[in-house]
């Protein structure tokens, strides 16, 4: 699934649970069958079912088959993935099978199973393995979805974060990325493989090869048959399909079925009345293959400061359900996957940067695990879908209009049984208006027009669809000719036919039925008038859908008991398919499973306040949720009783709050030195602004926050800094200190200029500037690597006379790639001290943090944390659903990440929204016991931080026969999270922080000796310089060889650097020492920039065009040390043709050998493409050009360099810009 509004989207298994199942459905391909599974018990991780009989999944134009058997595939996308709990995996499976789903869609998501290249895990919360064998054991056909591309709006795409640091480009034949998708998919193969239907030992019966993939060149195409052709070798036997909206229905890298992905309503559900027309998506339906849906929408998706989930979920809302999803019906569609059927949660940094923790979609099972009136209408069409067989394959029959305009019939019939189906809605599907027809009805030897009793009609209440079957056999010759009740199901139970069927309240109801002779007629509970046609054999009943009415029939086969409900009562039916038959229960809040043994029924499910229930059924007894119950007889023999309610849950309030004060990285004397050094000079993801490169990915940091710390050696010039960060998103965030001055925070993505407050540099000594990121997830990816995918700090100049380069060091999430919680995952958690330390683990100690209460102010910027613990006491045999809830004045300019323990359930935003509450699943929550609670608050503005109102929140309780499992969620371990030691020995290198072609200086380290430390001995200092440096021979001008605690000494060395050097030079001292009886090492680097004039002593003498009035953009801001201005060629008015130029002084003669360009940073507009340099001793003389060349399209800086010439000015000339626009533009021009 994807950013849709940017683009183009019953099993009837006879099934006891716990014992065997015989398959009454099934599909087949060519390339393979296989034997039935037979689940004796609950899932184990490993297959449930034994090898059995083969089973073929084969398709036509009309449906799949399983085992030559049509089938209707009613199916829902699930996501466990956004669902950290096992038990709770098998209450979403448990609710779909009880809504009439008897197949489930299955994303598999690489990024989340592996942390680096050649790492998997496929266990605890990432076992698939069970999670098969949990849709086998509730007899639920799966759909596979492995990718390696999934999108779904999670991070990436589903790709693993470290993939764009191996690969130039994604989804192609690429051997580079070949090598690493095939190692995924070898190893998600593996398991689905062994979960075929067509090997009897699981219910795979389709698998899904790549995802929303579009392109269908050659290159396309090939890729495409490379996926398929590793599958096949991997032993997948199942129909391969696609969501690709036909592309690969024919031709090189042709599907079994290519189907379709549709979001008619889009993903903006701020006006949640608002429809679009519903689309016919059989509009290029190819022959020989069944009319699908890979993807139709459930839902919506929603975005950081959106309207929230409650919205989409009226948006999508159950009457969508009604008309969009007959609709599909009524043009032929005999499988539908509806997106989602329960979405879940984002939870750690799992979810893409768009979207907030809540990935709820509005989805029929909310992120609750509650039910949304739309699972009801889900229930009436899914359980409709399994019982009319007929329905799996029809013709279009021809239009015939109704005798109202507004009201429009789309018929089909099956060509086998003549049966009709009639799917009416307004003819503006976005119709609210009530509006009443009739219907002309031609069953061949017979014409209707329906219905017949005068003064009553066919009505649609608003947006609503009805289905009115025609010829269709209810079973035992018990012919219905029509009804204009819809049917929910019908059944053989005991020795008589049983139907459901329904409509409005208070709506005219006509069922006409044919016998051979007049039958008998009893009704209860309602009026039924009853008029039998000796002349046609129809018995015509006529009636109001109220309540329930019963009406008995006899004179055909079996007896017929037709169950006459408005579509309220409707609902509350439920049907299981047992081994001994179907079971119809009405009543309770959910029916889980069924199972007979001799003369029981065994049932269990959900009881809310209401425990009355009526089952149909051929048992004499009845047990619920494994307790026998005392059984009454109905009105038509059915069985009654009344169940255990729930109890009332109260939960306690959250106090006994503990606060302590986090961020040491912003203070200058915090010690860095085990931090990566950035100095790398290229990217995989992108060319960057500067060098040398910093963003977080490219030293494998993926996930949540970032911390940086800059040093640079300060002079009176050096006035701000610049730094671009990208979080990505309206959620971004990040905040810098300056020698532990906070100097203020972004809430954009982009450069920012920060200038130091007065008093806050150290003129000529080291400087620390501190920046804390967060990575908000990382963009879907549509094909080749793409820059929007850097995080982190991306680019960083000093703003002044001369800046000094800025030497970074970086650390985010512990252990990177490696993280330290291999249970919880690769997504779990972030960067932030208390992360890295274990703050949020249970068990952690803060016994030293000072008690708080809630809501609390806090004015100091940066990070600190808030932890209690919550002792709960929830009814047993009960499945409650908690959270908690936030809440607090949105103008509070703070944000905070949630964890229980150990689990990072939310990001929650107090300015932005739209998110106040959050899940948490049972299974990361105890509810027996106790749960630690740790939520991490940034203060991004220094003066209204804090936390607001933190409460625990119920959503739902219930007395049920679902339990679950607590995961495994390690505690705190000193050993594993001990952070390093402020009083480490440490080195500090000092070199220049630019250096001209040749140039030598000195360089020293200092070494020093923590106070009360053991002494070092036989120490020994080197230090490493780029190839073409040299560096002589260290001498020790101060402190012995021998260094005590609290004592340094300083080493130095005469350094020469390149006749050339590059962008970036590194300078790495290492110090080698014995304490303590241990060799030991420290080290320190620095990195050097090219020397670059003082743009404060050069100046502009002439560009030939300037733009002063559409904008300020005067050549002069190529010289004012902010990367966020630009010069840009005039544009309003008349503009001057290329070529365009610039010439600058330099403030006197120099010996220069480049010149460097910042392209405008906001856009390509104006960027250079080809460009000449000239130089000039007097301004006036010229010559040849020293450089000339073509830059690329890009906001990173870009030099030309030439041989070392004297020169007192400077000239660039513009011959082309990127997009081959008039236009010249230049953000900073430095010269060295």
């Known amino acids: 699934m994807s950013s849709r509004g940017i683009r183009r989207r019953l099993l009837h298994r006879c099934l006891a649970t716990g014992t065997a199942v015989a398959l009454l459905g099934g599909l087949s391909v060519a390339a393979g069958t296989t034997a039935a599974s037979q689940p004796t018990a609950a899932p184990t991780g490993r297959s449930a079912s034994p090898a059995g009989a083969a089973h073929s999944v084969t398709y036509d134009g009309y449906s799949y088959l399983i085992d030559g058997k049509r089938t209707y595939l009613w199916a829902g996308e699930f996501h466990y993935f956004r669902l950290p709990s096992q038990g709770e995996w098998f209450d979403v499976l448990q609710k779909m099978k009880a809504a009439g789903f008897n197949a489930v869609s299955l994303y598999f998501d690489w990024g989340y199973h592996s942390s680096a290249p050649g790492v998997y895990d496929f266990t605890g919360v990432r076992d698939v393995d069970k999670l098969l064998d949990m849709a086998d054991q509730l007899g639920i056909y799966v759909i596979a979805r492995p990718g390696p591309y999934i999108n779904a709006e999670v991070d990436g795409g589903g790709f693993p974060a470290w993939l764009h640091n191996k690969v130039d480009e994604t989804r192609t034949t690429d051997p580079k990325w070949l090598k690493y998708s095939d190692e995924w998919m070898t190893k998600i193969d593996r398991i689905i493989a062994r979960h075929q239907l067509t090997n009897g030992t699981g219910t795979v019966i389709q698998y899904q090869v790549e995802n929303e993939f579009y392109d269908s060149g050659p290159g396309d195409r090939a890729y495409m048959k490379h996926l398929e052709d590793k599958a096949r070798a991997d032993g997948i036997s199942v129909p391969l399909v696609g969501n690709n909206d036909g592309t690969f229905n024919s031709g090189t890298g042709a599907l079994d079925v290519d189907a379709v992905d549709s979001y008619p309503l889009g993903f903006d559900c701020s006006n949640p009345s608002h429809w679009e027309g519903v689309p016919d998506i059989s509009y290029d339906h190819p022959a020989g293959k069944p009319l699908v849906t890979a993807e139709f929408q459930g839902g919506a998706f929603d975005w950081w400061g959106g309207p929230g989930y409650d919205k989409c979920a009226q948006l999508v809302n159950d009457k969508f359900a009604d008309v969009f999803y007959k609709q599909n019906l009524a043009v032929g569609a005999t499988m539908q996957n509806l997106y989602m059927t329960y979405g879940g949660t984002n939870w750690g940094w799992l979810g893409m940067m768009s979207h907030y923790t809540s990935y709820d979609y509005g989805a029929a099972i909310r992120e609750t695990r509650q039910l949304d009136p739309k699972y009801d209408q889900d229930k009436l069409i899914g359980y409709f879908t399994q019982a009319v067989a007929p329905l799996t394959k029809t013709d279009a029959l021809p239009a015939v209009p109704t005798d109202n305009p507004k009201v429009l019939d789309t018929a089909r019939a099956n060509p086998d049984t003549g049966t009709q189906f009639h799917v009416l809605r307004h003819t503006d599907s976005t119709a609210t208006s009530t509006d009443s027809a009739h219907l002309k009805l031609d069953l061949g030897a017979h014409?209707?027009?329906?219905?017949?009793?005068?003064?009553?009609?066919?009505?649609?209440?608003?947006?609503?669809?009805?289905?009115?079957?025609?010829?269709?056999?209810?079973?035992?010759?018990?012919?219905?000719?029509?009804?204009?009740?819809?049917?929910?199901?019908n059944a053989t139970i005991g020795g008589r036919e049983v139907a459901v069927l329904y409509g409005d309240h208070d709506s005219d109801g006509e069922t006409v039925l044919h016998y051979d002779t007049k039958p008998t007629v009893t009704s209860t509970g309602g009026s039924v008038t009853s008029t039998w046609d000796a002349d046609t054999g129809d018995l015509r009943l006529d009636y109001r859908h109220t309540g329930l009415t019963r009406v008995q029939i006899s004179g055909g086969g079996r007896p017929l008991q037709l169950l006459l409900a408005d579509t309220a009562t409707a609902k509350t039916f439920w049907r299981q398919d047992t081994a001994a038959g179907p079971v119809l229960v009405r009543g309770t809040h959910l029916l889980r499973g069924a199972s007979r043994e001799a003369g029981t029924l065994a049932l269990n499910g959900d009881i809310g306040s209401d425990g009355s229930v009526e089952v149909w059924s051929t048992a004499n007894s009845l047990t619920w949720n494994g307790r026998k119950v005392h059984t009454g007889v109905g009105k038509d023999g059915s069985l009654t009783a009344t169940l255990p309610t729930a109890a009332d849950v109260s939960v306690p309030a959250l106090t006994g709050w503990k606060h302590t004060q986090e961020s040491p990285e912003s203070q200058p004397g915090f010690n860095d030195s085990s931090w990566q050094v950035a100095d790398r000079t290229t990217s995989k993801i992108t060319t960057p602004a500067t060098l040398p490169v910093l963003s977080a990915d490219d030293y494998g940091f993926h996930t949540g926050s970032t911390w940086y710390r800059g040093r640079f050696t300060g002079d009176d010039g050096t006035t701000g800094v610049t730094l671009s960060t990208r979080s990505s998103g309206a959620a971004a965030a990040s905040s810098v200190w300056l020698n532990g001055t906070f100097l203020g925070s972004s809430t954009a993505d982009g450069p920012k200029t920060y200038t130091f407050p007065p008093g806050t540099l150290k003129n000529g000594g080291d400087n620390v500037i501190s920046v804390l990121t967060v990575n908000m997830g990382h963009d879907e990816n549509w094909g080749r690597s793409d820059p929007s995918t850097v995080r982190g700090l991306t680019g960083a100049t000093l703003v002044g006379d001369a800046p000094s380069t800025i030497t970074w060091r970086l650390q985010g999430v512990r252990g990177g790639e490696t993280p330290v919680d291999t249970v919880r995952g690769p997504l779990a958690t972030g960067g932030l001290y208390g992360e890295r330390a274990g703050w949020m683990l249970p068990g952690y100690p803060t016994d030293q943090w000072k008690p708080t209460t809630l809501p609390a102010s806090d004015t100091t910027p940066g990070v600190s944390w808030y932890t209690t613990d919550a002792n709960l006491h929830l009814p047993k045999g009960q499945d409650t659903s908690l959270g908690l809830t936030l809440t607090d004045d949105p103008s509070r300019k703070y944000r905070a990440e949630i964890y229980v323990n150990g689990w990072h359930m939310g990001n929650y935003v107090n300015y932005l929204g739209p998110q106040h509450s959050f899940p948490i699943p049972n299974g990361v929550l105890d509810p027996n016991g106790n749960n630690r609670i740790a939520i991490a608050v940034w203060n991004l503005d220094g003066s209204t931080g804090g936390l607001g109102k933190v409460e625990l929140t119920k959503y739902g309780s219930y007395a049920s026969s679902l339990a679950v499992a607590q995961n495994d969620s390690p505690r705190y371990d000193k050993t594993r999270y001990a952070m390093p030691s402020a009083h480490q020995p440490s080195v500090a290198l000092q070199v220049p922080g630019s250096v001209a072609g040749g140039q030598s200086f000195t360089a020293t380290a200092t070494v020093s000796m923590p106070?009360?430390?053991?002494?070092?001995?036989?120490?020994?200092?080197?230090?490493?310089?780029?190839?073409?440096?040299?560096?002589?021979?260290?001498?020790?001008?101060?402190?012995?060889?021998?260094?005590?605690g609290g004592r340094s000494a300083t080493y130095t060395w005469h350094v020469t650097a390149s006749a050339s050097p590059g962008q970036v030079n590194p300078l790495?001292?290492?110090?080698?020492?014995?304490?303590?009886?241990?060799?030991?090492?420290?080290?320190?680097?620095?990195?050097?920039?090219?020397?670059?004039?003082?743009?404060?002593?050069?100046?502009?003498?002439?560009?030939?065009?300037?733009?002063?009035?559409?904008?300020?953009?005067?050549?002069?801001?190529?010289?004012?040390?902010?990367?966020?201005?630009?010069?840009?060629?005039?544009?309003?008015?008349?503009?001057?043709?290329?070529?365009?130029?610039?010439?600058?002084?330099?403030g006197g003669d120099n010996t220069v050998s480049c010149l460097y360009y910042l392209p405008r940073q906001d856009g390509a507009n104006g960027r250079i493409a080809t460009y000449e340099v000239y130089t000039s001793k007097d301004g006036a003389t010229w010559?040849?050009?020293v450089a000339t060349g073509t830059w690329t399209n890009t906001s990173a800086e870009q030099k030309a360099c030439f041989t070392p010439v004297g020169a007192h000015y400077i000239r660039l000339r513009a011959l082309s810009e990127v997009n081959g626009n008039p236009y010249t533009s230049a953000a900073e021009i430095n010269v060295g």
């Open 1011 to 1044: 106070a009360g430390a053991p002494p070092a001995t036989k120490v020994t200092a080197a230090l490493a310089a780029p190839d073409g440096w040299t560096v002589g021979p260290p001498s020790a001008v101060a402190g012995p060889v021998r260094i005590p």
């Open 1183 to 1185: 010559g040849n050009p």
């Open 1068 to 1146: 790495i001292a290492t110090v080698r020492f014995v304490r303590g009886g241990r060799s030991q090492t420290a080290t320190d680097e620095r990195i050097i920039g090219p020397f670059r004039l003082p743009q404060s002593k050069m100046s502009v003498v002439h560009a030939d065009s300037q733009e002063t009035s559409g904008e300020h953009a005067p050549a002069t801001n190529v010289l004012d040390g902010d990367p966020g201005t630009y010069w840009h060629t005039q544009w309003s008015g008349t503009v001057a043709p290329m070529p365009h130029e610039i010439q600058l002084d330099l």
């Open 447 to 489: 014409t209707y027009t329906v219905p017949q009793q005068s003064g009553t009609s066919l009505t649609l209440n608003g947006r609503e669809s009805s289905i009115v079957v025609a010829n269709y056999d209810l079973g035992s010759n018990n012919l219905m000719r029509y009804s204009t009740s819809q049917i929910m199901t």
